[in-house]
């Protein structure tokens, strides 16, 4: 099959006249930045009316010039142009510095130097129409150009598209700045003061259409897009698509030879093995299909079969080589040909396969990872254990030497499929065909070139016994593929999934998140949102995270920030762009200009009304990274999060059998129950709301007040009936023994008198709601009992309080009684609603450390306890540690969140608990982190519970 992008040519305008400059600035870039939703007009919103602004561009140029707009695009998508300047912010500040003459005193001069120093300050002190301009670094360069020029001397526009784009291939070209001021002087003086800004914001590469780029792909051809998704050659997109009617096939969609493409990525496991089998193992059609592919079909027996393979922790990569010629590029398109090599001569990988390939193939594109291989362990490292400074370094220099010579590790390309053989797309053929091609056509090269192992697999037994295999390994996970998929670029897939082991400790996913607000002063939160993809893509807030952050992290955050922050009290964003819901940050951004964080939870709320606009939000998060290799447009989407979130509902949703004796004895009732379960591990384990109060028998005796809200004898029955409790209209005397029973009322009547010498307790209705709000039973305390004579209760609740009245075993106090509490201390002054407003969001993200609950919820099971000698000692001060510091302690593995391994015996012990969690490993199994001892200690001086991949303890 001939390519057809390699045989495209450039077409011909009708109209000899070059486009001007201006048709850019005015009539497309100026009218989608002046776009709002107050100058709409009929338009349903202010995406329709940019989209439309788009289309209007194109129907003029198509009307006006012709076929040919890659001039055009070159402007209008300075981040997709291969053009590279090496300019950036700072050097641009230099660069205009020597450009305007401006000298060292003057007010213009101090301008531009300290352009991102203060810049809330200066965002506080500009007005509506000038606040926007304060981090535009462009925008800032063409005041002060406005500024120094004559005004009797008004310039017009008299540039054309094609002169700005010979100016920026000359600038290539340039590297000092004495010849980059001489190139650009004269050029700026012809520029009307639009024109300036937008001819720096192209410099700088920053994105123009931003949201809107699919759109002006799609206004200008149906298939250009599509096409832009296997290459990524402007040139050769728009050149190839002239005739908006005339559409490309599928042959011509395909994978393209040494054009870079985003490769086709897995989905995660949503439904059981037993259900995945059979979705793996679907029959082929044997309708219009080549005898050939049938009869190996036949004679493989795959019918029934799929196949399973190692999920292997690397970098995606993508190989191209056409008559000895490589491209490597990685799955976001990012050239690393440069590293890894362009030929068989240079390069620190290209250099050794030189036999690696079949002598009949002339080209050839593969799919695969590229990992690190350690001659000394003997085994793989994580690719990020390379040296990433010299391959950036290497990529930034244009150096070609081998930046790995030298090394015991070395670049190790596991290759799983293969797309294009000879001029043959190969994407369109089930992967059975696809993986004999491969075998065929690679003559492997040991630990650097190599086919990833693959098996065949039928039953749900066979994905249970590789799970056992990738936990006693401790590696990442398994593929599970279809043998009869077709490769699908840019998509997912229902039949290429990814099956990895889940912890306890989090609900199974680290999700790549972009910031699109912050607030605090002491203690930064950074705010997450999700793309609602049903909501023209406006981003609703999701979820706000401050821990997890090293001061370099924080800093390297707010470098790329800082410029973009924009104050939510003076300009708040449009709500096509995001919603915040009723938590507001104090300071907002485009997520455009943002970046990506890859967020860990230890659990995911699917029940509260939260104040995010997403409707939901994570518990207990840290920031494991910042993803630096991704865009914003990549992060997981609102609608993708909800089938996450749907899932794993079902599964914490489920009713919790607990074992409970309701026949004991007077001291073993309602103060026994609370005293035991402190005791116990079942202290740690978590109620579900529906089962929160099963075995408990309530007597409502009258109404209850709370916060100004009345709540009826009939409402607390349901309410109590509501919640697996059972009510009564009297007590019996003969039940006290038998059952718990709560008589619930506020106030002491005379019937109650009765009640109470006959020995029931009276209790305050508050403890239900204050367990509701605490999604547990909480231990009664003086502050909710009404009255009792039962000594044994007093004397339990005397050990649960300090002298003030503070709780020793509730680990957090409910807003209600905090305000109750606050209602007992003089005030000398009022406060205005906006100073305790103030006051409060201080407060809340003071990043105050409660030490005591560091490792509260959280059961830790401590290997070695029947050790002797010196392990016996480090046992004790684990055990110390934990307990300290608000944790549990499990007498086995089933049902930990973490298995704690004493320093000393980390060698003798890790064999042994991979065994014993490989017996016990089902589908269902989530299991604990394996940690050194060294995770207690990190943990303790952050405050906050550590990530646990950086301390597990390796087999």
Known sequence: MALFLDHVTEPSNFNPSPAPFDLLVSDLWGKLEATTSENKGQFPSVSAKKVSIIESFVKTWRTHFGQNVYLAVRLTFPNKDGRKYFIKDVALVRLVTKLLNLQKGLADYTIIRNWKKSYHYKARLAGNEERAGVSDLPLIISRIVLRRRDQNNVVKSSVSIEEVNNLLDKLTETSHAKDQVALLQPFIDRLTIAEVRYLFQIILKESIL???????????????????????????????????????????????????????????????????????????????????????????????????????????????????????????????????????????????????????????????????????????????????????????????????????????????????????????????????????????????????????????????????????????????????????VHSRDNTWIKVKPEYLENFGENLDLVVIGKVGKIKTSYMCGLRDDENEGSYKLFCSVANGFLHAVYRHIESKLCNFWVDYNERKPAKEMMQFGTKKPDYWIDPANSVVLEIKARSIEVTADTPYAAGSTLHNLWCRAVRDDKGYEECISLQEYQELKARYSLDISKVQTVNRDLKRRREDSLYGIFSKRNKNEEKCEMYGLLSLFRGLHFIIANDYEISDNTFTQGELEQLASNHGGITHLHPKKDDLHAKTILVLSDQVTPRLERWLKEGFDIISPRWIFDCLQNKQLIPIEPQFVTASE??????????????????????????????????????????????????????????????????????????????????????????????????????????????????????????????????????????????????????????????????????
């Not at 609740?797 to 209602?823: E, I, K, Q, V």
């Not at 990190?938 to 390796?954: C, R, Y």
């Open 210 to 488: 931003s949201f809107f780029e699919r759109s002006f792909f799609v206004a200008w051809h149906p298939d250009a897009y599509e096409l832009f998704k296997v290459c990524n050659d402007m040139k050769k997109i728009f050149w190839a698509l002239t005739d908006p009617e005339k559409r490309l096939n599928r042959d011509q969609l395909c994978v393209q030879l040494m054009y870079q493409f985003v490769p086709q990525s897995s989905k995660k496991l949503e439904v059981s093995y037993e259900a995945l089998c059979k979705r793996m193992a679907a029959k082929m059609s044997r309708e219009g299909k080549d005898p050939k592919l049938l009869q190996q079909y036949d004679s493989e027996l795959i019918e029934d079969v799929f196949l399973i393979e190692e999920k292997v922790d690397g970098d995606r990569m993508l190989m191209h080589m056409n008559e000895g010629k490589f491209l490597w590029h990685t799955r976001r398109r990012r050239d690393y040909t440069m590293v890894y090599g362009e030929n068989y001569h240079i390069g620190s990988l290209t250099k050794h396969l030189v036999d690696a390939l079949n002598p009949a193939v002339k080209s050839i594109v593969l799919d695969g990872e590229m990992v690190a291989w350690s001659k000394d362990q003997n085994a793989l490292l994580p690719f990020g254990t390379l040296r990433l400074a010299a391959i950036q370094e290497a990529i930034q220099q244009f150096n070609t030497v081998d930046v790995y010579e030298g090394n015991n590790s070395w670049p190790f390309f596991l290759i799983f499929d293969i797309l294009h053989l000879n001029g043959k797309d190969l994407s369109h053929l089930p992967l059975f065909y696809r993986k004999s091609i491969l075998a065929k056509v690679v003559n492997e090269v040991p630990h650097r070139f190599e086919l990833l192992k693959w098996v065949k697999a039928s039953l749900p037994q066979d994905i249970k016994v590789n799970m056992q295999q990738i936990v006693s390994d401790n590696n990442e996970g398994i593929m599970v593929k279809s043998l009869l998929l077709n490769y699908r």
């Open 790 to 955: 039962n000594p044994h209760l007093i004397s339990a609740m005397a050990s649960r309080t300090d002298p003030f009245g503070d709780s020793y075993t509730t680990s957090s106090l409910t807003p209600a009684g905090f305000f109750r509490h606050l209602r007992g201390f003089e005030i000398p002054k009022s406060l205005t609603g906006k100073s305790i407003e103030s006051e409060m969001s201080e407060l809340a993200h003071a990043g105050t450390v409660v030490l005591a609950n560091v490792f509260g919820g959280c059961k830790m099971y401590i290997a070695g306890e029947d050790q002797g000698g010196e392990s016996c000692a480090s046992v004790c001060r684990i055990q110390r540690r934990i307990l300290r510091f608000g944790g549990y302690i499990a007498d086995k593995l089933q049902g930990c969140s973490y298995i704690v391994v004493p320093s000393l015996q980390e060698r003798n012990l890790i064999d042994g608990l991979r065994c014993q969690l490989l017996q016990e490993y089902t589908e269902q199994s989530r299991l604990p982190y394996i940690v050194s001892e060294k995770f207690l200690g990190a943990s303790i001086e952050a405050g906050e519970l550590a990530d646990p991949e950086q301390f597990l303890v390796k087999g």
